[in-house]
């Protein structure tokens, strides 16, 4: 019988072995990926390669084989060392190569052992070397190029050059499948929630790549790395994914470091191609006629939004829709109609549920005298050709008018709601897209007929209020959004004076916050500043109007150290502790890190205005993740 000292020894023994195996792993899959004569697709093969690759040294990281100490849990390694095994030999064998996948590398230094060991490239100068979405992996956690790099090193020095001398792309993606076959195992020998961290990670990692990305073809291939079974969000990711690459085929708004795509009549707004595959895509900017609205003064607001019908048999659209009209100069109209086709396109394909607003129509252009012409997004709040006679109305309910209603919602309710708007901006920003007027008016719910707020049922909620949104490119034109102090509180302090820099996504996220507190609270963000900085303990309520001029400045002097107050930490912690005792402190650390968004992501990410965006996108998803815990 053998005793616990033979058990721990052969563990012990095991153990050793993943570990070899694993390096082995790790140097086969880089001696591969950086092979030549990959053909054409070379770039999409190698990120394949390098995905999996990346997969592998997670799950090396959880279990400790990466060199790390090893995890001290009940793992089978008997089975994970049978893995690895066949993996390494999947990748290393030359006759399972020829045979199975009609792959045969060549070794091209084989004859001049010295030449292999002084000329051969390192891994960074390997990442450096690589175009398209390969360059940016040495971005990606770079923790885990470092040990990449360090196990090569270790196991066989400078790498060899390889090249692949018959290439059969259908093989290829068959040894691929494969590759990712044996991955999915060792993965689902981890624990529940060891497998929920690398599922997230993974997630994490492809956004920031979507972010990050620059040409549509880069996209293309971050959709084909999208698993449900092992990415969390992938539905989510290829959402923002192709919205992304809607953009950068129109060239919208195009950044510095973005790629010009060769335009060609199937890249007009009447049709775009799906991403580098060349195909004509089914989606189509639907420029709508004024003529064929039928508008409700009743309906309309001084938010230049309102609900009235739209119906056009040529354009088979028979709805209630929501209007949300904006002015543009007529001498910069040229320059913004394509922002007005892009902005139509995104909101009208993207249909994945993190996204929450309403689908959009179409946009129309309404001729008027004077300086400027009204331009209006046309949103669909129902079909009436779906629904019976009469059919009911609809009415407008902003999320600002609600926190004085009889009907208060409960607290998972709430952080739900929150959950709902960190879900939609981070979707958008991930798109490359900047809101600019994040706040609780824009944030809607529609009675209609039964489905109504009193009981309950209200549709809803939507994220609206996309006038003004542009593509997050510091360069391009800014339009100034109507301004009022109301409108002002939730403006970033950086975002507001003649020296302000160019919108970015941090500043989304401080407006973000504005209304996570309020939603927190359930007062309006008025009210909440106006008590924080109510120093005098001024009388009047402040929903009633001030009597007196002297009133008015109080009221607004109080609200101005009140909102100093949401960027000083040391002076903050009123508002928040308020935040904390309604919602709990994981909540209020969502507020804090959306308030200070800005200030944390140049601390991350120095004097590099990219790396500060990215630090945003990154914020973003630990927000939504945190949010998530607390709305289950």
Known sequence: MATGLDVATGVAGLISLSVTLFHGCVQAFSLISSAKHLGHDAERVRCMLDWEQYRLLQWGERTGLDGTAVQDRKFNWSLITDILRQLQGLLTDAKVLRERYNLDIIDVDADDASTASTQSPSMSEVLTQRKGIGRLWSYVRPDLQTVRARIIQENNGPMKKLRWAALDQDKVRTLIGDIGYFNNSLHDMLESAEQHFVRATLSALLRDLVSRST???????????????????????????????????????????????????????????NGCSGEPAKQ????????????????????????????????????????????????LEERLKRRIEGLTLLMSNNSDPSFHSLKCLGFLRHETEGSTNMYAYIYEVANLDEEDLPHPTASLRPLSSLFDNAKTPSLTYRMRLAMTLAE???????????????????????????????????????????????????????????????????????????????FKKAFDLYATGCVLIEIALWKS??????????????????????????????????????KERLLDQERNSGILDQVAFHAGDQYRAVVRMCLLASADSKDAAGDDDDDDAEASV??????????????C
């Open 215 to 273: 040409l549509p073809s880069d996209l293309d291939i971050i959709k084909a790395l999208l698993d449900s079974n092992y990415i969390a969000g992938s539905s989510s990711i290829e959402a923002a994914a192709s919205l992304k690459q809607i953009r950068l085929l129109l060239s919208i708004d195009r950044r510095l470091d973005e790629k010009s795509v060769p335009r060609t009549r199937s890249l007009q707004p009447d049709s775009v191609r």
């Open 284 to 331: 189509t900017l639907s420029k709508l006629s004024y003529r064929s609205l039928v508008r409700d003064s009743d309906t309309s607001n001084a938010n230049n939004r309102e609900i009235a019908a739209y119906k056009s048999s040529r354009k088979n659209i028979n709805s209630q829709v929501l209007v949300e009209w904006k002015p543009v100069e007529k001498e």
């Open 424 to 502: 939609t901006i981070l979707q958008l920003h991930t798109s490359g897209w900047l809101h600019k007027a994040i706040r609780s008016e824009n944030v809607l719910f529609l009675d209609r007929g039964p489905y109504t707020w009193d009981n309950g049922t209200s549709l809803g909620p939507y994220v609206a209020g996309y006038e003004y949104a542009r593509a997050d490119n510091p360069l391009e034109l800014t339009e100034e959004a109507p301004s009022s102090l109301a409108v002002d509180l939730y403006r970033h302090p950086e975002a507001q004076g003649i020296a302000r820099p160019s």
């Open 525 to 562: 963000l008025q009210d909440i500043l106006f008590h924080a900085g109510n120093c005098s303990k001024t009388p009047f309520k402040i929903g009633a109007a001030p009597n007196t001029e002297e009133q008015v400045h109080l009221k607004w002097s109080a609200i101005a150290r009140g």
């Open 618 to 631: 990154r914020t973003q998803i630990d927000i939504v993740k945190m949010l998530e815990q607390v709305s």
